[in-house]
């Protein structure tokens, strides 16, 4: 009798692998369905979406903002350019907008013809629409209350809208005319002292001020000038500043002396200047019966000199008409 050997059971999978295998995703049936069932047109399908993946563009990117750029300082009563630097990239750009203080000021939207640049009226801020375009905005004029965080944002085109910005402050200062000096005489004696005034109005933040003698660089750390206490100016937000100069004059200021007086504000600046006689203790000025300096003319002294000769000469005449 033949021994027929029993079939072989089937290898079981452990517990925790077919626990595992049920947790396995699958592909939902409605993508199942869409599918190729044969092998080759699922091959087929396959090469299709590789070949698009590469004739997709590459490094595809919205736009950049890199940075603005305002004037450092800005100065009141003179118009003002503002520049946006930023790239569109690979998907265009649909408009650019710029803020002050979060406020909006100024739009450009090339697809809003034929009105694409607006002027949107921000109080201290006045768009000069001609001069203006997708990277420059250009100002009329500059007010103290133009002062603030401005603001450039791109926005790239439909339909990604994905927007980049950059911002910076922009500080706004109020010059002054030339300064003004007072006390100070057409001519001077050696020894004598130098006491002059020199005044900026209406300037902000207040003009610091310094003087030069013959290029010689004075300041109130050198002792020899004197800071006024600053004042307010003629309107609302300026100031008055006042500096004394008080010197004595040497024999290296003969013959003359070039005074200047600096109004500096942050960067910028406005210079008065003067030029005076200076005179030797033995010097006199030329011959003149007016001095405008202290103590007795120069002259007086040529006229004694002169006195006996004309007296001579008046006698002679007297005595030949008769």
């Known amino acids: 009798m033949l021994h027929t050997p029993a079939p072989l059971n089937a290898p079981t ?40 993946a590469t004739s997709l563009p590459q490094g595809a990117s919205g736009v950049q903002v890199q940075s603005v750029r305002v004037p450092q300082p800005g100065v009141a009563g003179r118009p003002a350019q503002l520049e946006c ?49 997708e990277h420059l905005v250009s100002l009329r004029e500059l007010h103290l209350d133009s002062e603030g965080v401005y603001r450039c944002e791109v926005m790239s085109e439909s339909p990604y809208f994905e927007s980049s910005f950059a911002s910076t402050n922009l500080t706004v200062v109020a010059m002054p005319a030339a300064p003004i000096m007072t006390g100070l005489r057409p001519s001077y004696r050696v020894g004598e002292t130098l006491n002059v005034t020199c005044t900026a109005h209406d300037a902000r933040p207040p003009a610091r001020l310094t003087f030069s003698m013959n290029k010689e660089q004075l300041t109130a750390e050198s002792g020899r000038v004197r800071t006024l206490p600053v004042v307010e100016g003629s309107r609302p937000g300026v100031y008055t500043s006042r500096a004394v100069l008080e010197r004595p004059l040497g024999s290296r200021m003969v013959p003359s ?66």
């Open 85 to 133: 630097l930023w790239q569109a990239g690979s998907r265009g750009f649909y408009s650019v907008r710029w803020y002050k203080n979060d406020e909006q000021f100024y739009s450009y939207v090339p697809k809003n013809k034929p009105q694409m640049k607006v002027d949107h009226h921000l109080e201290g801020v006045s768009v000069e629409l001609s001069q203006s375009n």
């Open 257 to 322: 002396l070039n005074l200047v007086c600096r109004a500096e504000v942050h960067s910028l600046s406005t210079q008065v200047e003067a030029n005076v006689e200076v005179y030797g203790h033995s010097g006199s000025a030329p011959l003149s019966l007016l001095n405008t300096g202290c103590g007795p003319s120069p002259a007086f002294p040529a006229l004694l000199l002169l006195l006996p000769p004309l007296l001579t000469c008046l006698t002679h005449l007297l005595l030949a008409a008769r």
């Open 13 to 52: 999978l452990p517990a925790k692998m077919k626990k595992d295998m049920k947790k396995t995703p699958t592909l939902p049936p409605l993508l199942l369905s869409l599918l190729p069932s044969s092998v080759p047109q699922r091959f087929l399908l396959l090469l299709l979406l590789l070949l698009l």
